[in-house]
């Protein structure tokens, strides 16, 4: 989820949006601080500011109040909230055991609300169909029995080779009924891609579809299982979901048959930093980082982001576009916790045409819409007109990540939405699958300036530093947190000494997280992400990160997408190209090419000029979206791919020979 905002913000310093008073007393993160202010300490003065640095300043008084106000049920207590601060190694909540699942499923034991839909599954026929909460505890309580009785117990490790459908969300809380630990990747996953995720867990248990739809047709996936099943020899079961419509394969069980009866769930009470999930880095570089997040600090870590800064409760549906295989899905299943309605979308972004999120949008009420910036520019190209065209009268909140959401994109949204009497909240998010939540972004009191995210999260000790470690406000430095997060990895997997974890968030600052992204925190606190600082752009000392070159460039109507490489060459040189890869009809001569270095020059700086612009036939992403700039880098440099890049994280591998035969021609004329 990194990099959600664009380098550069607008110049004038007059809001976006500006939340009304009403809005503002109605939030629940008012109603949170003023209760915070009477029973633990918190400022009652001072808004979002003061209590942002109440929660930093005394991390134990916030977090034990965020666990009362969301009232988590703790069935044995806590000895202290936190034991330890140093990072890694902070041990939150000791004493206390807890139950994610229990959590999620406690409106179905609202009468008033059981029969309430707590999720509503659209596919590309755009027909929403619900799934009630007695229903959904229902099935969790059947298949955790079930699951039990084919020996499954706390710690091992439950796998879902599954899409976005009911079917994944009842898998994932079942196996956390049983205190077991789930793991999932997408089916548009590769076998190889999957193989190197679920290999180093060693699921017992495998839940597969037959197959998916996506883009209107339908992409078999039986082969793919087949070798699964081969490949994973830990796997003592095999649950077969029928999604389009085959029989079970031999030795399999039919998901129907696993989920039938009324069996009440039995929530097992483990530990609070007990294993809820792995996640995994993209593994563009090696095989993907598993990282391990625990019950507890999911709960307390997602009851803040979800219930105060997303400001969700019952009456609330939560629509945010994404896939099993990244860590929105996870975060999207805990809009469960606060009661809201989960809406889930199994289908091409863009079928049967652009408009095709704000379609579901509208026919799922949604009132939360999470999507990605390049999903919103897209629409912005494509003349989509979205409140327009669409009902979209009960959405209060459009928020976006995954890549840099350009000034163009604050301003198209926020007229879109006005033009209609709407007023839209905008709310650009960063933060990572390392901690499966957000570092800053989403504030239902403060105003939204263009090109940047609203302020650092609550209990998030968000900062930005130079190379010596201290602190920054106004210039760019390395994003890091300087006290810990409950939600953070309480290790990687097959990682026994702790040695890969230090190494990947540790090195540069011993006992600081150092995350990997240039920032900006801003006089007024809000926060501008600038890309990865391992592929930020320095030329003659200064730097800029990458997101700024894209957000000018891909102002272009010839322009689809981009990407920028600085490489540091044996000469003592610096060469940066630029590759684009062009609009359908576009043609990259020299006028265009012209266009594109006028552009950086005047909106960027003239040492960011790039040497060379190039026309590719693709720019490669990893399999969750993101542009793979540090591979491509170690290509141009004459990496050979299978040692630049994990293959099976990548989108499209043949769009890497492109990279790599022009690093072969290179380095051939350069010897010439």
Known sequence: MTSATPATSDANPAPLWQPGAERIASARISRFQAWAAERHGAPAEGGYPA??????????????????????????????????????????????????????????????????????????????????????????????????????????????????????????????????????????????????????????????????????????????????????????AVIHVPLLGAAAPEGALEWSDVTAGDAEPVFEQVPFDHPLWVLYSSGTTGLPKAIVQSQGGILLEHFKQLGLHNDLGPGDRLFWYTSTGWMMWNFLVSGLLTGTTVVLYDGSPGHPDTGAQWRVAADTKATVFGTSAAYVMACRKADVHPAADYDLSRV????????????????????????????????????????????????????????????????????????QGKPLIGEVGELVVANPMPSMPIRFWNDPDGSRYRDSYFEMFPGVWRHGDWITVTERGSVVIHGRSDSTLNRQGVRMGSADIYEAVERLPEIKESLVIGLEEADGGYWMPLFVHLAPGATLDDALRARIKQTIREQLSPRHVPDDVIEAPGIPHTLTGKRIEVPVKRLLQGTPVDKAVNPGSVDNLELLRFYEDLARTRRSQNRG
């Open 51 to 236: 209590l942002h640095r109440w929660s930093v300043e005394d991390l134990e008084s916030f977090w034990r109040a965020v666990a009362d106000w969301f009232e988590v049920r703790f069935s044995s207590p806590y000895e202290t909230v936190l034991a330890d601060r140093e990072m890694p190694g902070a041990r939150w909540f000791p004493g206390a055991a807890l139950n994610y699942a229990e959590h999620a499923l406690r409106t179905a034991e609202e009468p008033a609300r059981a029969q309430e839909p707590a999720l509503l599954h659209v596919d590309e026929t755009h027909q929403p169909a619900p799934v009630s909460w007695a229903e959904l505890r229902r099935q969790v309580g059947a298949l955790a029995a079930r699951l039990r009785a084919l020996g499954v117990r706390p710690g091992d490790r439950v796998s879902g080779y599954l899409p976005n459908i009911p079917q994944a969300v009842t898998a994932l809380l079942a196996t956390a009924a049983v205190g077991a630990v789930w793991t999932s990747c997408a089916p548009d996953f590769g076998a190889r891609s999957v193989l190197d995720r679920f290999q180093q867990v060693e699921p017992v248990v495998l839940f597969t579809v037959d197959g998916y739809r996506y883009g209107g047709k339908e992409h078999d996936r039986t082969g793919t299982v087949a070798e699964l099943r081969r490949e994973l020899p830990s796997l003592r």
């Open 396 to 467: 209060t909140c459009v928020a976006t990540t995954g890549s840099p959401l350009p000034p163009d994109g604050f301003r198209w949204l926020h007229d879109e939405f006005a033009d209609a009497g709407q007023d839209l909240w905008i709310a650009s998010v960063s933060g990572g699958t390392d901690v499966c939540s957000c570092f800053a972004g989403a504030v239902p009191t403060l105003p939204v300036h263009i090109g940047e995210l609203q302020a650092a999260c609550l209990g998030t000790d968000l900062q930005s530093w130079d190379p």
